[in-house]
């Protein structure tokens, strides 16, 4: 579920649904019934995933799971909202952390990210790095830089916004992706900071295959790496986009093997 799971009742995020998991369970007479985070889910995916299922930002090798008795992987990507999750390695044992550090608040690290924060304050409030890192947040940015630009921004989806970038047909297209791309390198390395995720910082979410070329352009490892005292720690962690096409079903998956007493670092080396 992309929401927090705390107790019985499931309430999403960024959609009306709520579910009662005794309901749901009793609905589907299943003996057992287990709701997790979608960004936990994408955190255990790290665990069964391949290298021809994973796209390197920078040059580093892939991390094999379970390759030291104790490893930090963090999991975040821009979807609907931004998920962020992390998924620790402890002497054989397992633990997800599900967390909701996608509502940070958003840290500009440019005059055009100030004057962004600035406007959309103006218009929310509070500005969390979820407003501006998903396929909304894209549109915010997008909107905000005609604003800056003195142009009248169009009504763009996401996938508009990408493609004309890529295509070069709009200026303010490229800004907003360049921008976006260096904003969330800025928020990929806080969350490596954050949880100690050393072992590698994934990325997920439907925005990535598009984002992919502008990803390995250089900005977003900039950014990544730029940590004060810590970059040079920092510069060290490896950065992946995930390709598998279900990469929750297979961290889902993952957890139901881990739950049934499957050793998952076995599995990995298999």
């Given at each position: 579920f992309a929401g927090p799971v705390m107790g019985d009742?499931?309430?999403?995020?960024?959609?009306?649904?709520?579910?009662?998991?005794?309901?749901?369970?009793?609905?589907?007479?299943?003996?057992?019934?287990?709701a997790i985070n979608d960004f936990v889910a994408m955190a255990y995916s790290i665990a069964l995933l391949g290298e021809g299922e994973l796209q390197r930002i920078g040059d580093f090798d892939l991390p094999?799971?379970?390759s030291k008795p104790n490893q930090t992987f963090v999991a975040l990507g821009p979807g609907t909202g931004l998920g962020v999750s992390a998924l620790l390695l402890r002497e054989g044992a397992i633990t997800p952390l599900g967390t909701e550090a996608g509502h940070v608040g958003f840290a500009p690290t440019s005059a055009d990210q100030r004057e962004i924060l600035r406007r959309l304050e103006g218009?929310?409030?509070?500005?969390s790095n979820e407003r501006l890192l998903c396929g909304p947040g894209l549109v915010n940015i997008y909107i905000t830089l005609a604003e800056?630009?003195?142009?009248?921004?169009?009504?763009?989806?996401?996938?508009?916004?990408?493609?004309?970038?890529n295509d070069g047909s709009c200026t303010v297209c490229i800004r907003a992706v360049e921008n976006f791309c260096e904003m969330l390198g800025a928020v990929a390395g806080d969350m490596a900071l954050a949880y100690a995720g050393w072992d590698g910082v994934y990325l997920a979410g439907g925005l990535m295959p598009a984002l992919l070329p502008w990803l390995r352009r250089g900005v977003f490892r900039r950014r990544f790496d730029d940590k004060?005292?810590?970059?040079?720690?920092v510069a060290a962690v490896p950065t992946f986009v995930i390709t598998n096409d279900e990469p929750g079903l297979l961290g889902a998956a993952?957890?139901?093997l881990s739950d049934a007493g499957v050793d998952l670092t076995e599995k990995a080396h298999g």
């Open positions: 009742e499931v309430k999403m995020t960024n959609h009306a649904w709520t579910i009662s998991m005794t309901e749901l369970q009793r609905q589907l007479g299943f003996e057992q019934l287990r094999r799971f379970g218009r929310f409030g509070r500005v800056i630009a003195g142009s009248t921004a169009e009504s763009l989806t996401p996938d508009q916004i990408t493609r004309r970038a004060g005292r810590y970059s040079k720690i993952a957890c139901a």
